[in-house]
Structure formats: structure tokens, C-alpha cells
């Protein structure tokens, strides 16, 4: 199978591609450091799977994604994160994803996982699925966007008027995103949110 490796840290990317060279069944055909240039090279080398980090420089690993579930395009795509956010995983299987895999996981593990995706499978670290699964989020839409503007420093007052809300009824959404987070308050809310990739 012939493989993409998206990764902006350098030398875990050539550390990765050598790694997964040395596979007999697998052929690295091209590096990319960036978001937008995995994209260009996911375009023009037609590999059968991109291995991409979620968190890149220009686009992430999941804009990446998103851009080529949109375009139908064949390229199976496979995730690799230090980052165990539910948001993160729920967005990822919406955009087609096959793989969601932790940065740190053994190197047979991604081989064996590259093979299952590439067989048709989902390719999931166990570590990573029991709390994915657990962890659905919560908040409603406009919650989320008033839980976003509040995070900018913005108060109920500017927050109504970009929403075209009462003051009131912005109060009632945060009061309800608190208490459904179990946060002490905005602040807390806004970190709680944060750290599950709910606001993304």
C-alpha cells in the first residue's frame, strides 16, 4: 500500500516514514510538514493512505480530512494525536476518518492498523475508543457559540448583539452550558469545553 506521512515535527516524520518503510507491504511515497502541502500531495501522488497529525500548522489534520471527504476523494485517512479529546474523535468519524491512532502507539500497532484500514476496517486505539465513547458532548449549537464569544472576553451584552439575543437569553444559555459541563462558572465552562474539543 502506498502511504502519506503528514507531520510537522520533522524528525518524527522521518523517524515514522523510516519505520514504516521498513514494512514489506507498505511504501512511503511522500512527506509533508504541513496541512495544505499533505493536501497537495494527497492530490498529485494518489496515495492509498494519509497518516496525518491532528494538530499542523495552515490546516489540521481533520481540516484535511474534512476537504477530502467533501471532494470524494479515495484517500483513506488515518489520524495520529497525543490529544484524547471526544470533539477531536466525533468530528474525525463524521469526516470519514478510518483511523484514530495515539502519537506514542507501538510501530507494529499503525502497521497493523494501516492494514485494516486499507482492508476496509476502522482502526481505533483501545485506549482512546472507551473514552471517546463515554464522552459525548453536551451542548447544543448556540450554546457552543455563546460559550465561543464569551471565551474571546466578550460580555452577555456583545455577545446578544452578534446573535441578534436578548441579554437574558444569552445568560439562560450560559447558565445552562455551566451547569451541564458541571463548571463552577464561564471561565470553568469555557476550559471544560476547551479540553474536550467542543468548541472546535
Known amino acids: 500500500m502506498r ?21 514489506e507491504d507498505i511504501e512511503v511515497v511522500g512527506q509533508a510538514e504541513d496541512g495544505e502541502e499533505a493536501l497537495e500531495m494527497i492530490r498529485s501522488l ?7 497529525d491532528i494538530e499542523m500548522p495552515k490546516m489540521t489534520g481533520l481540516d484535511v480530512a474534512e476537504k477530502l471527504w467533501a471532494d470524494k476523494h479515495p484517500c483513506l485517512v488515518v489520524i495520529l494525536t497525543t490529544f484524547s479529546r471526544a470533539g477531536y474523535f466525533q468530528r474525525a ?5 478510518k483511523g484514530f491512532l495515539l502519537k506514542d502507539s507501538p510501530i507494529d500497532e499503525l502497521s497493523a492498523a494501516l492494514r485494516n484500514v486499507n482492508a476496509g476496517k ?19 449549537e448556540r450554546e457552543r ?5 464569551a471565551r474571546e472576553g466578550l460580555p452577555a451584552g456583545d ?10 437569553t444569552v445568560r439562560n444559555y450560559l447558565s445552562e452550558a455551566i ?12 476550559g471544560i469545553a476547551e479540553k474536550n474539543g467542543w468548541l472546535d
Open 122 to 140: 476502522r482502526a481505533v486505539s483501545p485506549d482512546l475508543a472507551l473514552s471517546f465513547w463515554e464522552a459525548e458532548n453536551p451542548l447544543t
Open 159 to 168: 455577545i446578544a448583539s452578534q446573535l441578534f439575543l436578548s441579554a437574558g
Open 3 to 23: 502511504v502519506l506521512v503528514a507531520e510537522d515535527q520533522g524528525m518524527l516524520r522521518g523517524a515514522l516514514s523510516a519505520l514504516l518503510d521498513l514494512e
Open 179 to 190: 451547569q451541564k459541563l458541571d463548571a463552577k462558572n464561564r471561565i470553568d465552562a469555557i
Open 46 to 52: 494518489k496515495p492509498d493512505i494519509c497518516v496525518m
Open 93 to 97: 468519524m463524521k469526516a470519514g476518518v
Open 145 to 149: 457559540e455563546v460559550l465561543r464569544l
